[in-house]
């Protein structure tokens, strides 16, 4: 997992510009580059792209798992967990970056390793599909660059290097959406529009489902998106699946 937004300026300093839809300045929360207590987050001198792995998890035979924080981003603080276990670091990291990784962090990939009686199966890599980020780029997906106007890239251990991009919708002042009110229409309260500066990892191989071979009985893995009936994107989930 990583943090899950972009503030537009890799300068070293991780900014909240939620509070700029309200009129207010944007809100340093990190001073990554001169605190020197990012040393995970802020690899390679980059404030996004940068993963931290967290500890596995098992999910039994006909069971399921559900890891949900009360009101957090992420469920990190065993505290404030509403269902499931909180996230953990085996490999650890600071106090601050736990505090970056609840309030703006999100999961990119899952890597998981199929047991069947004991048996080991396989192991799968998996990552969402970002249907409107290909074919263009278009839908306000915008590179993140550095200073001087490199791509910069995230590094997933186990794959390799990918771009990154972020949301950035140059009109809308919010990140809204009603299913009342669809297709952008300009006389409506709720155009539809994203703002939000979600970062994404641009893979081009397909990663949101593999076959599990060597079982006894074939099974597909998947991971899709789930979203709150109400308040759709902003509780969202990341959803993984056999069938």
Not at 50 to 74: C, K
Request: aromatic content about 12%; hydrophobic content about 35%; glycine content about 12%.
């Amino acid at each position: 997992m990583g943090l899950a937004y972009f503030d537009g300026d890799d300068n070293g300093d991780f900014y909240d510009i939620s509070p700029t839809k309200v009129g207010n300045p944007p809100l340093l929360v990190a001073p990554m580059a001169t605190s020197g207590n990012y040393p995970n987050l802020y690899a390679n001198g980059h404030e996004v792209g940068n993963l931290v792995q967290m500890q596995p998890f098992i999910i039994n035979p006909m069971t399921g798992s559900r890891l949900e924080s009360a009101d957090d981003h992420l469920p990190v603080d065993p505290g404030n967990v509403k269902y499931g276990a909180n996230f953990d670091f085996p490999g650890g990291v600071t106090p601050q970056e736990e505090f970056l990784l609840q309030n703006y962090g999100k999961v990119f990939f899952y890597e998981v390793n199929v047991f069947e009686a004991g048996t080991f199966i396989g192991n799968y890599i998996l990552h969402p599909e970002i249907a409107t980020l290909p074919g263009g780029l278009g839908n306000h997906w915008e590179p993140v660059t550095d200073p001087v106007g490199t791509h910069v890239q995230g590094n997933m251990p186990a794959l390799g290097s990918f771009d990154l991009y972020y949301i950035n919708h140059p009109i809308a002042q919010w990140t809204e959406w009603d299913p009342n009110f669809g297709g952008g229409n300009p006389g409506s309260p709720y155009n539809n529009q994203c703002d939000s500066h979600e970062v994404v990892f641009h893979v081009p191989m397909p990663l949101q489902s593999h076959a599990i071979i060597g079982g006894s009985v074939p099974k597909t893995i998947g991971m899709g998106f789930t979203h709150h009936p109400f308040t759709l994107w902003q509780g969202s989930s990341l959803d993984l699946r056999t069938y």
